[in-house]
């Protein structure tokens, strides 16, 4: 996929809505968006119908040649995407001006993105007012820090191992030891003013005169490298993590209390519960957890030992008495249970009595 900006394309649409464009065709004089786009390539399309304008950057796609409404740039509409209604109009590729490079009235080119250059760019003088971040060489016939020429700085001092500004940097020493000692300690005195490209000593070196090196811990300013070794403690005023500020501690409390970081037991597996043991949090199986607390994993029910019982019983009421079946409990009401042992009630029973007095006379 490309950005691609082609001249003289211009086809014709009838799209409605604020749907993809349907490509209908060349307008005479003109070439299709097809001649000139590979599928899935973007380019700046205008479209009118000589009352509303839409002017946005869209993804062309050559099966059913069709042109997405990706970006909207400008349009009559509020900058919106225009809802076309019924009719034909004309689509064309375009610069918008919102894209354009020009010069000022001073003969400047303003850029709010960033210069991607794939060969060389010449040019009589390069200013650059905040940091540069180079990847790769920086090869310069002069280079000045604050203002002096660098040769002056380091007197001769080859500086080696520097790229990531190391723990233990070696620094090859070509001249006597005691006046490159001083050289170098001037040079990473000066340029740590600079911010990116100083280095700042504590001040504790070591000469080994049978390499030709001195050695120190040295760190100043801002590092931006690809990759870092740092064989020794790196020490910060301040840290940024993709660009995120890190200023909580690494170390991190471990236990059961409030605001503390779980600490888990060996042998945790998944789907199992958690309990708390201690300082520490171990994982529960299913049995084990039903051992913990004095269950059981499922019910039997029945009569008998042990058994759980359930109601055995289309409508139970209150008031109402249980009677053991094969299943479980059903409810039975006086009456019934009275028909049940072959009893009466006493109100039957005292009616029997005067009854029977009354036939024996």
Same mark, same amino acid.
């Given at each position: 996929m490309a950005l691609v900006i082609s001249d003289r394309v211009k086809e014709t649409t009838t799209t409605t809505g604020t749907g993809t464009y349907s490509l209908g065709g060349a307008v005479t004089g003109f070439e299709t968006f097809t001649a000139n786009l590979s599928n899935s390539d973007t380019t700046y399309y205008a479209c009118s119908d000589g009352t509303d304008f839409e002017v946005g950057l869209g993804t062309f796609t050559s099966s059913g040649t069709t042109l997405a409404r990706t970006t909207i740039l400008a349009s009559s509409n509020s900058n919106n995407a225009v809802s076309w209604s019924s009719g034909t109009r004309t689509i064309f590729c375009t610069l918008p001006a919102a894209k354009a490079v020009f010069l000022d009235a001073s003969g400047n080119a303003n850029l709010a993105g960033d210069i991607i250059?794939?060969?060389?760019?010449?040019?009589?003088?390069?200013?650059?007012? %905040?940091?540069?971040?180079?990847? %790769?060489?920086?090869?310069?016939?002069?280079?000045? =820090?604050?203002? /002096?020429?660098?040769? /002056?700085?380091?007197? %001769?001092?080859? =500086?080696?191992?520097?790229?990531?500004? =190391?723990?233990s940097t070696h620094v090859n020493v070509a001249d006597n030891e005691n006046a490159n000692e001083e050289n170098l300690i001037t040079f990473i005195e000066d340029a740590s003013a600079t911010g990116n490209v100083g280095l700042e000593s504590d001040g504790d070196f070591s000469y080994n005169p049978s390499t030709g090196t001195v050695s120190a811990t040295i760190f100043k300013g801002n590092i931006d490298a690809v990759n870092g070794d740092f064989d020794g403690t790196l020490e910060a005023d301040a840290i940024t993590l993709n660009g995120t500020a890190i200023t909580a501690t690494a170390t991190l409390d471990t236990g059961i209390s409030n605001n503390n970081v779980p600490k888990f037991t060996t042998g945790v597996a998944d789907d199992d519960f958690l309990r708390v043991a201690g300082t520490v949090i171990e994982g529960r199986s299913a049995a084990e957890v039903l051992s913990d607390i004095g269950g059981q994993a499922s019910l039997t029910f029945g009569i008998s030992n042990t058994n759980a019982v359930k109601i055995d019983s289309a409508s139970v009421a209150d008031d109402e008495y249980a009677r053991f079946t094969a299943n479980g409990l059903e409810s039975r009401s006086t009456s019934e249970v009275l028909s049940d042992i072959g009893a009466t009630s006493a109100t039957d029973a005292a009616n029997e009595a005067t009854a029977l007095a009354i036939a024996l006379g």
């Open positions: 250059v794939a060969g060389e760019v010449d040019g009589a003088s390069l200013d650059i007012s %905040g940091n540069a971040d180079i990847d %790769g060489t920086l090869e310069a016939d002069a280079i000045t =820090v604050n203002g /002096t020429a660098l040769n /002056t700085v380091i007197a %001769g001092v080859t =500086v080696t191992n520097a790229t990531n500004a =190391v723990n």
